[in-house]
């Protein structure tokens, strides 16, 4: 059964038409808008130095610290360092480190980052 152009046109009238194409133009600038937005606001995390310290070749015990910075608009809830590191004894095993996490660093705030690792 084919369906004419006119019939469409009887069932569905201009101002019916015009109402769906706004529907659909307004959800695609409501998406649009909500990605612009949390692009705008969302935290930049800046590294701006990192230093790694040993205190001693018998302690085995390092120091890894990272100094960060929030230049986005956004605030950033929790900040911490991952280290994964392959040990010289067994290349198949990595091992994981976490550092303790760093909370609610406003924009324009600098802060350091410090994890602690005993080999």
């Known amino acids: 059964m084919l369906v004419q152009l006119s019939d469409l046109l009887l069932l569905f009238e201009i101002s019916d038409l015009l109402n769906l194409l706004l529907i659909i133009i307004t959800l695609f ?7 612009t937005l949390f692009m705008e606001y969302s ?7 990192y230093r790694l310290k040993s205190k001693s070749a018998e302690e085995l015990i390092h120091t890894w ?3 960060i910075e929030n230049k986005g608009r956004g605030h950033v809830i929790k900040a911490f360092i ?4 392959k ?4 290349l198949f095993k990595k091992e994981y480190h976490l550092s303790k996490p760093i909370v609610d660093i406003e924009p324009g705030e600098k802060d350091v980052i410090e994890l602690v690792c005993i080999a």
């Open 82 to 85: 991952l280290l994964s590191v």
């Open 87 to 90: 040990p010289k004894k067994n």
């Open 29 to 35: 600038t409501v998406r649009y808008a909500s990605k």
């Open 65 to 67: 610290e990272v100094d």
């Open 43 to 49: 935290s930049q995390i800046y590294i701006s130095k």
